[in-house]
Nanobody, 127 residues
Framework: QLQLVESGGGLVQPGGSLRLSCEAS????????IGWFRQVPGKEREEVSC????????NYVDSVKGRFTISRDNVKNTVYLQMNSLKPEDAAVYYC????????????????????WGQGTQVTVSS
């Protein structure tokens, strides 16, 4: 069974950091681009970052550039999202998703190429 499991969410103060993990089971991530998305109630799911299957190319939405870093460890079958200088507007449920393509770009909304999704992890940014 193909599964993605996110972890690492929690409560953090503004300016703080969190590292999210997205671990795959039932398949290898080697041939998949991975995207991180976030969603708050009442709003459309937003893609914040993605990484190519090799890890050689990364993309970010403008609002997180310079603060978030996506990376992957294909040996561990895991993709990470390091989030620094967190702001209250970063609070959301964060999801990872896998697309069976080598490269990715940031798209508005949710691209249909992402076929496999995790269950999400909550990030709360509050003092």
């Amino acid at each position: 069974q193909l599964q993605l499991v996110e972890s690492g969410g929690g409560l953090v103060q503004p300016g703080g950091s969190l590292r999210l993990s997205c671990e795959a089971s039932g398949f290898t991530l080697d041939y998949y681009a991975i995207g991180w998305f976030r969603q708050v109630p009442g709003k459309e799911r937003e893609e914040v970052s993605c990484i190519s299957s090799s890890g050689g190319a990364t993309n970010y939405v403008d609002s997180v550039k310079g603060r978030f870093t996506i990376s992957r460890d294909n040996v561990k079958n895991t993709v990470y999202l390091q989030m620094n200088s967190l702001k209250p507007e970063d609070a959301a449920v964060y999801y990872c998703a896998a697309a069976h393509v080598p490269f990715c770009t940031i798209a508005a909304g949710t691209s249909p190429q992402y076929k496999h999704w995790g269950q999400g992890t909550q990030v709360t940014v509050s003092s």
